[in-house]
C-alpha cells in the first residue's frame, strides 16, 4: 500500500513508500541470479582514477551480483559523493530501494536529484522520498516544478491525491494543495484536489465549495461529481442520491455517476430503484455480460424472475466469463419457478471445477425432494469427478 527506529529518516519513511519507489527505481542487478548477466560499465573518467574507487567500484559490483544490496548501495553512495556522477547516485538509489534500505535510499536519490536536476526519473523519486518521509516542506518545490508545465499540469494536481494519501497529518496536506493550488484558480483539477485534500481532513463544508467550484470550470465532470457524492454521504444517502439524480437529469450519458449511485442504492437494498438504472447501463454498454448478470441478480432479489431468467440468459449469450455460475443462477431461478426438471437440466450442465460440488449438491436437493434423501445420498456417493479435497465437503 514501517521501519521504526533511530534514524528520524528511518522513523518516518515506510515500507510501502520503497514498493512504490521501485516502479520507477528498477534494481540494476534484477537478474542478479544469472551469472551472464552483465553489469553496465562503470563511469568514465577523465582523468586517472584511484586504485580505491576501482576496488570500491568493483566489490560493489560483486556485492550487488551476489545479492548483497545494502553494501552495493553504500558503496555507490561512497562513490558518487567522491566523484559527483549521477550515474552512481542513481545506481546506489536503485540498489538501495531494492534492499528496502530507506535511510541509504533517501541520501542517493537526494544526491542523484541534485547532480541531474534535468532527469525527472531522479525528480520524481526524489519527490516520493520526501513526501514518503513526511517531508512535505522540501518536498514543496519538487511538487511547483511537477505543476509548472501547462500540459501536463491538470493530471499533476491528480498525481497529488495519490501521492499524498498516505500522509498522517490531513491538515498540514490541505495546506500544501492550497499553497500549491493558489496559482491556478481556472483549473478544475486544483480545486478538485483541494476539495480530496479538505475531505480526507474533515472539512466537509470546504470540501463541497470546492467541488462545487470544480464543476462550474469542468461542467459534467464525473470525477468531481462522484465525489461531490460522497462528501454529502457524510450528511445522508438521501443527500447523495439527490445529488445523483439531479446531475444525471443534466448529463443522462454519465454512465460511471449512474453506476455508483446504483451500487448505493443496492448497499441501501432500494433494489427496486436500482434496477432500473441498472437497465439503462445495460442498454448504454452494449449488453456488457457483467452488467447484464448483475441486473439479473437484482431482478432475482426483487423477485422478478422472468427478468431474472432474461437477463442470465443474455449474459450467457454475450459470453460472461464465468458460464458455470450462470448456470447455478439459472437453475435457481427454474426452482423458483417450480421448474425442477429445468432447474436439473442447468445444474447438470456445469463442468468439473469450481462450481462443480455447488451444482451437485443443489442437484441433491432437488433428488431429496422428489425421490427421498436416500437418492440424492446415492447420487452424492456416486459421484466421479470430485477432487480428494472436495470429498469432505459432501
Not at 484536489?193 to 470540501?207: D, M, P, R
Amino acid at each position: 500500500m514501517p521501519i521504526r527506529k533511530s534514524h528520524p529518516v528511518q522513523r518516518n519513511l515506510n515500507l510501502a513508500a520503497l514498493c512504490a519507489m521501485a516502479s520507477l527505481l528498477i534494481s540494476p542487478w534484477a537478474q542478479a541470479n544469472d551469472a551472464t548477466a552483465t553489469p553496465e560499465a562503470a563511469p568514465s573518467q577523465q582523468t586517472s582514477v584511484s586504485s580505491e574507487f576501482i576496488f570500491k567500484y568493483l566489490v560493489g559490483e560483486i556485492a550487488g551480483q551476489r545479492g548483497d544490496l545494502s553494501l552495493a548501495s553504500n558503496l555507490f553512495l561512497d562513490l558518487a559523493k567522491s566523484s559527483r556522477d549521477p550515474r552512481l547516485a542513481e545506481r546506489s538509489a536503485k540498489a538501495a530501494v531494492a534492499a528496502n534500505n530507506p535511510q541509504t535510499a533517501m541520501q542517493a536519490v537526494g544526491l542523484w536529484a541534485e547532480l541531474d536536476p534535468e532527469s525527472i526519473e531522479a525528480q520524481q523519486a526524489s519527490t516520493q522520498m520526501l513526501v514518503a518521509a513526511g517531508k512535505l516542506s522540501e518536498a514543496k518545490p519538487h511538487l511547483q516544478k511537477l505543476l509548472e508545465k501547462e500540459d501536463s499540469r491538470a493530471n499533476g494536481f491528480l498525481y497529488l491525491n495519490t501521492l499524498l494519501a498516505r500522509q498522517a497529518d490531513k491538515n498540514a496536506v490541505l495546506e500544501l494543495v492550497q499553497e500549491l493550488a493558489q496559482p491556478y484558480p481556472k483549473i478544475a483539477e486544483a480545486h478538485f484536489t483541494i476539495g480530496h485534500s479538505a475531505w480526507a481532513a474533515g472539512k466537509t463544508e470546504l470540501a463541497l465549495s470546492e467541488l462545487a467550484i470544480a464543476e462550474k470550470l469542468h461542467p459534467g465532470w464525473e470525477m468531481n461529481a462522484i465525489l461531490h457524492g460522497q462528501v454529502l454521504y457524510s450528511q445522508s444517502p438521501d443527500a447523495t442520491l439527490k445529488f445523483y439524480r439531479e446531475f444525471l437529469t443534466k448529463y443522462p450519458q454519465s454512465n460511471e455517476v449512474r453506476l455508483t449511485m446504483a451500487r448505493l442504492l443496492v448497499n441501501q437494498k432500494r433494489f427496486a430503484e436500482a434496477k432500473p438504472e441498472f437497465v439503462k447501463l445495460v442498454e448504454a454498454s452494449n449488453n456488457n455480460p457483467e452488467i447484464l448478470v448483475v441486473v439479473g441478480l437484482l431482478s432475482f432479489q426483487s423477485g422478478d424472475l422472468v427478468d431474472a431468467d432474461k437477463y442470465f440468459q443474455q449474459a450467457l449469450k454475450a459470453g460472461f466469463k464465468d458460464p458455470d455460475q450462470l448456470y447455478l443462477y439459472l437453475g435457481q431461478v427454474a426452482e423458483k419457478q417450480k421448474n425442477d426438471a429445468q432447474a436439473e437440466a442447468y445444474y447438470n450442465k456445469v463442468q468439473p471445477g469450481e462450481r462443480y460440488l455447488e451444482a451437485k449438491i443443489s442437484s441433491a436437493g432437488l433428488i431429496a425432494r422428489i425421490q427421498g434423501v436416500d437418492a440424492a445420498i446415492k447420487m452424492l456417493n456416486d459421484l466421479k469427478d470430485v477432487t480428494n479435497e472436495q470429498l469432505p465437503i459432501v
